[in-house]
């Protein structure tokens, strides 16, 4: 059945090291988002995408990447440039730009 | 600047009573509102939404009512369940742009 997943659930990473977050979804959405979310706080959009081939920086893009080089695929690089790494992490999808996003369950990363 | 804002961190009301979760938006640009709610450790799923051509859209339980001209939309749920009881963002979005933008939340809590 279709949906959006995100692996995996959990990760810890040692401090200086890049670590690649999965975003895949098989709903043939155009748009796809990465947020992060820390405690008590809301929804931080770091990077996204409106179509293949394609994406633009969100609010707090500094020390991520991203790619889109295929439709159902958006990974999240978290490089050691992000000061503050361990949060929440959240894609996204949604058919096209403005319409409902549907999230993954999440990915929690712990530098250490 | 924030340009969504939902000023009540949390609510708690009592089962079958009704929720009203407030948000406010700076941006007169923005011309479709959405809400969604969240579990901890799970991603957000879509509630309800509503067009700025409106200014009431009901699903069920949850209706959202949009006043424009105060920037102010609400999202009541009747009667409450204990089952509400999550996270609610408000988020908004205008024609042309790339992305929504979320609020910080509301902590809903429907007592037995």
């Known amino acids: 059945d279709g949906g959006i997943t995100q692996s995996p659930k959990y990760l810890f990473r040692k401090e200086g090291q890049n670590v690649t977050l999965s975003c895949e979804q098989n709903?043939?959405?155009?748009?796809m988002y990465w947020y992060r979310q820390d405690p008590g706080q809301g929804l931080r959009l770091i990077y996204y995408s409106q179509i293949v081939n394609d994406f633009q920086k969100g609010d707090i893009a500094e020390g991520y990447s991203v790619s889109r080089e295929k439709k159902e695929s958006f990974p999240l690089t978290v490089t050691s440039a992000q000061k503050n790494p361990t949060a929440f992490y959240l894609c996204a999808s949604s058919p096209r730009v403005g319409n409902e996003q549907f999230f993954g369950p999440g990915t929690r990363l712990t530098v250490l | 600047d924030q340009q969504v804002k939902q000023n009540s961190p949390s609510l708690s009301v009592q089962e079958g009573r009704i929720s009203i979760l407030n948000c406010d938006y700076t941006n007169s640009m923005f011309d479709y509102f959405l809400w969604y709610k969240k579990y901890p450790a799970e991603g957000p799923t879509f509630l309800i939404s509503i067009s700025s051509i409106k200014d009431k859209n009901e699903d069920g339980r949850f209706t959202v009512f949009l006043n424009k001209s105060a920037k102010h939309l609400s999202l009541h749920i009747v009667p409450s369940q204990p089952g509400d009881s999550a996270v609610y963002f408000c988020?908004?979005?205008?024609?042309?742009?790339?992305?929504?933008?979320f609020g910080d939340g509301t902590t809903l809590t429907v007592k037995p």
């Open positions: 988020a908004a979005h205008y024609t042309n742009a790339g992305k929504s933008t």
């Open positions: 709903l043939n959405h155009d748009a």
